[in-house]
Every structure is written in structure tokens, then in C-alpha cells.
T-cell receptor, first 116, second 113 residues
Framework: GAVVSQHPSWVICKSGTSVKIECRSLDFQATTMFWYRQFPKQSLMLMATSNEGSKATYEQGVEKDKFLINHASLTLSTLTVTSAHPEDSSFYIC????????????FGSGTRLTVV | QQQVKQSPQSLIVQKGGISIINCAYENTAFDYFPWYQQFPGKGPALLIAIRPDVSEKKEGRFTISFNKSAKQFSLHIMDSQPGDSATYFCAASKAASGSRLTFGEGTQLTVNP
């Protein structure tokens, strides 16, 4: 089945530093990748949608200069949280949509970011 | 028109019982209806999905029932087990390239031993 690898699974960083999260589709080419943020006991909140080779589309209220998304290939997307602050602490999850009429969405295992 | 409404918010069942979670959608362009299971600290994992050309799909103890005219779909977990205790999300999406998943609010299922 489709597998999406997300790294790291957890990270602790100091305020003001930047953190990069990687999302790779291991056995399929992802036409589109999505980045979500999830708060405790809540549903997934879509942050941005990225297509390979083009700029990401950010949801309303998401700071594109703080959350940098790069989708360099059909199998790799990265989310960089720049100048992180404690309020950026959250659970970040990526997802990839595969091609074709029988499309589906596969999620990464998530990254717990703690900013101290 | 992009909303997916999920109920109940939480559900407690006894081991061996049937767990039923319901979702309703508004956008008739949706053509893919997955259910995801999420354990604490993990990403959602696809449990089962259905497309609107069938009214029911069964995989092991998990069944999706789909009512296109009512724009509703539900997840039934037969013989519920303590290991099924997790958060369940319904979702829906359109076929158009790049379309996002629209999620329900989630259901916290607890199966008591």
C-alpha cells in the first residue's frame, strides 16, 4: 500500500530558530501534498496545499512567510517553521494524494514540535 | 457546501458491541468518502473508503454504509474491541486534481473491556 514517511517524529527547538519537517511518498508519486496542523482533541486543520514544482497555496490565516513549503519533486515536500515561537508548538501532519481515478490520500505519522 | 458533519463527538461501547459513527455532507461533487483511525501521537491511518457507485463496503469488522440521496455515510464497527479505542474521522473529497480532503470533527471511541 501507499506509504508516506514523515521526519522527524518529534523535535524540540529554541524560540527564534527554524525547523524543517520532511514528507516523502515512498512508493508512489504524489500529485499533491498537504500540510495540516492538529491541536489536542481537534480535527486536522489544513495549512497549505502544494503541487510539485509550483508555489504552495496557503489557507486563510496561515502565515506563508512563517511556514515555508517546498515541493521539489513528486515524492518530497518540506515544511519549514521559521523563527519558531512557543505558540507554534503543535502536531504537524503531511498527506499525499496519489494520481489516477482511484486516488486516495495517505498520511505521514506526524511531527510533534515543541518550541521552548 | 464544503462541510462534513460528524456525530457523535464521543462514543462509549462495551467489548463485543457495535460502534456506529455517522457523517453527512453537502457537496454533491464529493466522490470519495474515507474513514481514518487516529491513535494519540500518530497520523491518521486509512481504515476503509467508499465511492458513490456502491451503497455498502465491508472489510473485516468495518463496514461503510453510503446513502447518496440522503448525502450520508456511516461507519459500523462490529465486535468492537478495546484496541479499537481511538479517534475516527470521516472525510470527503472531489475527483478534481489537487482537491483536498474535507474532514468531519472526529469521534472519540472508547471500547470498555
Amino acid at each position: 500500500g501507499a506509504v508516506v514517511s514523515q521526519h522527524p517524529s518529534w523535535v524540540i527547538c529554541k524560540s527564534g530558530t527554524s525547523v524543517k519537517i520532511e514528507c516523502r511518498s515512498l512508493d508512489f508519486q504524489a500529485t499533491t501534498m498537504f500540510w495540516y496542523r492538529q491541536f489536542p482533541k481537534q480535527s486536522l486543520m489544513l495549512m497549505a496545499t502544494s503541487n510539485e514544482g509550483s508555489k504552495a497555496t496557503y489557507e486563510q490565516g496561515v502565515e506563508k512567510d512563517k511556514f515555508l513549503i517546498n515541493h521539489a519533486s513528486l515524492t518530497l515536500s518540506t515544511l519549514t517553521v521559521t523563527s519558531a515561537h512557543p505558540e507554534d508548538s503543535s502536531f504537524y501532519i503531511c498527506s499525499a494524494r496519489n494520481r489516477g481515478p482511484n486516488y486516495g490520500y495517505t498520511f505521514g505519522s506526524g511531527t510533534r514540535l515543541t518550541v521552548v | 457546501q464544503q462541510q462534513v458533519k460528524q456525530s457523535p463527538q464521543s462514543l462509549i461501547v462495551q467489548k463485543g458491541g457495535i460502534s456506529i459513527i455517522n457523517c453527512a455532507y453537502e457537496n454533491t461533487a464529493f466522490d470519495y468518502f474515507p474513514w481514518y483511525q487516529q491513535f494519540p501521537g500518530k497520523g491518521p491511518a486509512l481504515l476503509i473508503a467508499i465511492r458513490p457507485d456502491v451503497s455498502e463496503k465491508k472489510e473485516g469488522r468495518f463496514t461503510i454504509s453510503f446513502n447518496k440521496s440522503a448525502k450520508q455515510f456511516s461507519l459500523h464497527i462490529m465486535d468492537s474491541q478495546p484496541g479499537d479505542s481511538a479517534t475516527y474521522f470521516c472525510a470527503a473529497s472531489k475527483a478534481a486534481s489537487g482537491s483536498r480532503l474535507t474532514f468531519g470533527e472526529g469521534t472519540q471511541l472508547t471500547v470498555n473491556p
